[in-house]
């Protein structure tokens, strides 16, 4: 990718970038990203003096380190088209390609998030507040959908447990609910039944806290497109896509396990947890293999679906004497 003074960003073909350019295309992406905090070309984005002032931390990171362990997955970057062109975001219809279509209008400014439940004094940040809480830094995830396919996508943003520290949780606080925009001025999916809205999910207090839990305002270097959560949403790479709430307004710290929009829609199928495991099949379906999106040829070959999707040494130990079968 590459910034210019006039047309903004422009990305060279993402189908170039193999494992091996990584580290140079990062650094190329915060120094853009920098610059395009200092020459405004996110235009009337509100939170780009947070996004200036927190470029220089990231770029301080040398070469492809970054300050998570297991947060940059070395395999070839999905194209940014198909990254946001083939979607789930129900809100917006549930044909992968409605949410690009439908979500372009979003109205992402003003945003606010209210912090609420079990904290010391519930509040309400306003999304350029939010931004600034801790230092902008990417990851490179991969994402895994339940339906079976996957991506490998760079997203910007930082560990939601620096949000969560700022809420001052109480000691009840169990949980972590996320939940997301439901407007139905602005989103016509919702004129359907198939989900309960608003779109909710939650984590375990320590899964939010683990560091690879991101809270994401960007991705490829930009901010996030509409279809794919603007103006922030979760990334919990070793979970099923679906626990990665989008266009998040609320963060409830609970002292009960809440349920989810899935859950409530199928229980049998779709748990709590939903931690990635080839072990455990879907009722209808095997989970032991993924097809990877923007490889889907004729001959394109499925890959091997990984335990907790490839970040097993870090998150394992969360799930240790857990029957993954029955809490799956
Ligand atoms: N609010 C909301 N968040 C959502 C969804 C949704 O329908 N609504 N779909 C989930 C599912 S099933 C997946 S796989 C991911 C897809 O994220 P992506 O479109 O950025 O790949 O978003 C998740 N977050
Ligand atoms: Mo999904």
């Not at 073909?13 to 193999?18: D, L």
């Not at 945003?111 to 439940?117: A, I």
């Not at 359907?192 to 809270?215: C, F, I, K, Q, T």
Request: positive net charge.
């Amino acid at each position: 990718m590459h910034f210019h003074r006039d047309r903004g960003f422009v990305h060279r073909a993402s189908s170039e970038i193999t494992p091996r350019r990584l580290a140079e295309t990062r650094r190329d992406w915060l120094r853009d990203l920098a610059l395009a905090a200092a020459g405004s070309s996110l235009g009337a984005f509100a939170a780009r003096d947070a996004l200036a002032s927190t470029a220089p931390a990231s770029r301080a990171l040398p070469g492809l380190r970054s300050s998570v362990d297991g947060a940059l997955t070395m395999e070839k970057l999905t194209p940014r088209e198909d990254a946001s062109g083939y979607n789930n975001f129900y809100e917006f219809g549930t044909d992968k390609a409605d949410p690009a279509q439908r979500a372009q209008g979003l109205k992402t400014q003003p945003w606010r998030v209210s912090l609420e439940g079990e904290v010391k004094a519930p509040r309400t940040l306003d999304l350029d507040a939010l931004i600034k809480l801790a230092p902008m830094e990417e990851r490179v995830y991969r994402l895994r959908c339940v339906e079976g396919w996957s991506m490998v996508v760079p997203w910007l943003g930082w560990s939601l447990s620096h949000l969560i520290k700022a809420a001052e949780p109480t000691g009840n606080a169990k949980f972590v609910q996320f939940v997301t925009l439901a407007d139905a001025a602005q989103m016509p999916g919702l004129r359907s039944r198939v989900l309960d809205w608003p779109y909710v999910e939650a984590l375990r207090m320590d899964e939010a806290m683990h560091p690879l839990a991101m809270l994401v305002f960007g991705m490829y270097g930009e901010l996030l497109p509409p279809q794919n959560g603007a103006p922030l949403r979760l990334a919990v790479p070793w979970k099923y896509g679906f626990k990665s709430a989008k266009s998040i307004v609320a963060i409830r710290f609970l002292a009960q396990q809440p349920r989810t929009s899935w859950e409530k829609a199928a229980p049998s199928e779709y748990g709590f947890y939903s931690n990635v495991n080839p072990n455990v099949d879907h009722p209808r379906w095997s989970q032991a293999s993924e097809r990877r999106i923007g490889e889907d040829g004729l001959f394109a070959k499925r890959r091997r679906t990984l335990m907790f999707n490839g970040y097993e040494a870090q998150v394992g130990a969360l799930y240790a004497g857990l029957d993954l079968k029955k809490f799956y």
